[in-house]
């Protein structure tokens, strides 16, 4: 069975851009997260998705938003990129609620 | 706030001993938790879960939940230097739900 799958895994962008990340789910998982990992800060939740609904927002500004896709597939947009969002993304998926979460390899991103 | 506090170490083990890592949460409606490696420069892999109080053997690994004191462990026996990475705790925040709170994580160094 495949993991979880992240695109891409590096990622160098401009202050004030914007960025989207990808990622595939384990085939029949239909619940998908994003967490934001740093150094000072650990990893923080970002969102929490569910049959392409939001059910859990973390507390992140309003420049963070995603959304899931039919197939479960997530993306996540950050728009007016800063510094201090330079981070490792990581996606999970989960079989259901309340149990474990299976993480893909991450997305660095920098921002410079 | 619900919170996972862990100590960030490091810990450091002679190669072959029994290495012993602690967590405690604040929510007491938390029922599910869960240990995760994660090697520098990778994401988290899921290690052990753990759903009732008790203890629960996978190989080398053991978790320990006591829901009366809201404390979680993690023992490996036989470290292994391979075993030398940072060692995450999480629960979930609530019911019903995949978000995961994570610790910041217990950074255990296995020596020759």
């Known amino acids: 069975k495949a993991g979880v799958t992240q695109t891409p895994r590096y990622l160098i962008k401009t202050r004030g851009q914007q960025v989207t990340l990808s990622c595939s789910p384990i085939?029949?998982?239909?619940?998908v997260s994003w967490y934001q990992q740093t150094p000072g800060q650990g990893l923080q939740f970002l969102f929490e998705y569910f049959s392409e609904t939001q059910r859990n927002k973390g507390n992140f500004p309003g420049r963070f938003s995603g959304r899931q896709f039919s197939n479960s597939r997530s993306e996540m947009n950050v728009s007016t990129l800063e510094l201090g969002d330079s981070a490792l993304y990581l996606c999970?998926?989960?079989?259901?609620?309340?149990?474990?979460?299976?993480f893909g390899q991450g997305t660095r991103l920098t921002v410079v | 706030q619900k919170e996972v506090e862990q100590n960030s170490g490091p810990l450091s083990v002679p190669e072959g001993a029994i290495a012993s890592l602690n967590c405690t949460y604040s929510?007491?409606?938390?029922?599910?938790f869960f240990w995760y490696r994660q090697y520098s420069g990778k994401s988290p892999e899921l290690i052990m879960s753990i759903y009732s109080n008790g203890d629960k053997e996978d190989g080398r690994f053991t978790a320990q939940l006591n829901k009366a004191s809201q404390y979680v462990s993690l023992l490996i026996r036989d470290s292994q230097p391979s075993d030398s990475a940072t060692y995450l705790c999480?629960?979930?925040?609530?019911?019903?739900?995949?978000?995961?709170?994570f610790g910041q994580g217990t950074t255990l160094q296995v020596k020759p």
């Open positions: 999480a629960g979930h925040g609530s019911s019903n739900t995949g978000k995961l709170i």
């Open positions: 999970a998926s989960h079989p259901a609620f309340e149990t474990e979460a299976f």
């Open positions: 085939s029949g998982h239909r619940s």
């Open positions: 929510d007491r409606g938390s029922q599910s």
